[in-house]
């Protein structure tokens, strides 16, 4: 891992990552209330993890389940139940988790932000009648009792059980990024979920091939430090996910 951070700072090619012997990953991009790309890319994962043969997976959904779509709730109980099931699952937290739990919490700066963001079409799927415009007529603490009164607790410990990275391999997985020059061991919790694009510009090797979303692109962006797999399915009715086992890799969409 040294003589590959090295290789990276100077802008040497270097060996392609890997996955330990026998694992297999599918990490899936920003879902935002979009449940019905949801169960068809948890489809086309399951056709595809069934024609490559024994290994173990691991799915890992890489945040941003919520917000801007017209399903949240939908797809929280879909990865509630994936959570239950035997399917070994990660879930990372992305900056609209973050939001809606601190709003959750009492934090009422970010209740217009929450709404800015999606987080009507967020109310909406869990229930509330009203308008857009409606919510954004309200105090801020309004807001705050609304999200309390709407999104069930069994939902908010859910989400708080979210991680902030995932390591495996020469992979590391997180929702947004992390801070170019700064070891992994000790990135910020904000900066994983949140970064943008002091990260998406560096070409400095990060110490592992990062996986990740939040930053949308047309297409599944690789670059020789990371890997962006947020095609915004919300607008474009794509839903991406990167497969990868050994040093191979791929790509499946709605």
């Not at 139940?81 to 900056?95: E, V, W």
């Not at 059980?161 to 990135?187: N, T, W």
């Not at 090797?205 to 690789?222: E, R």
Request: include cysteine; glycine fraction near 10%.
């Amino acid at each position: 891992m040294v003589l590959r951070n090295l290789a990276g700072l100077l802008g040497l090619a270097t060996d392609p990552p890997t996955l330990p012997p026998g694992e297999r990953v599918y990490a899936i991009g920003d879902i935002h209330g979009r449940l019905d790309l949801f169960h068809q890319l948890l489809r086309r994962i399951e056709a595809d993890n069934a024609a490559r043969g024994r290994a173990d997976v691991w799915l890992i959904l890489l945040g941003d389940l919520i917000n801007r779509g017209p399903d949240s709730r939908g797809v929280i109980e879909r990865a509630l139940k994936l959570a239950n099931s035997p399917q070994s699952a990660i879930f990372l937290m992305g900056n609209h988790e973050d939001m809606l739990l601190r709003v959750w919490r009492g934090q009422t700066s970010l209740a217009y932000p929450f709404l800015q963001a999606g987080g009507d079409a967020t109310l909406k799927s869990y229930g509330y009648t009203g308008t857009t415009d409606q919510l954004r007529d309200m105090r801020e603490r309004d807001i705050v009792q609304l999200v309390r009164s709407h999104v069930p607790e069994e939902h908010i410990r859910f989400l708080r059980r979210f991680g902030e990275k995932c390591e495996m391999g020469d992979y590391l997985f997180v929702h947004a990024g992390v801070r170019p020059g700064i070891s992994i061991a000790v990135q910020s919790a904000d900066d994983m979920r949140w970064i943008g694009e002091e990260f998406v510009h560096s070409k400095l090797w990060h110490g592992a091939m990062i996986i990740h979303a939040h930053h949308i692109s047309d297409a599944p962006d690789v670059r020789p430090n990371r890997i962006g797999i947020d095609t915004g399915a919300y607008c474009t009715g794509t839903l991406t996910a990167i497969g990868l086992q050994g040093a191979e890799r791929w790509f499946l969409a709605t």
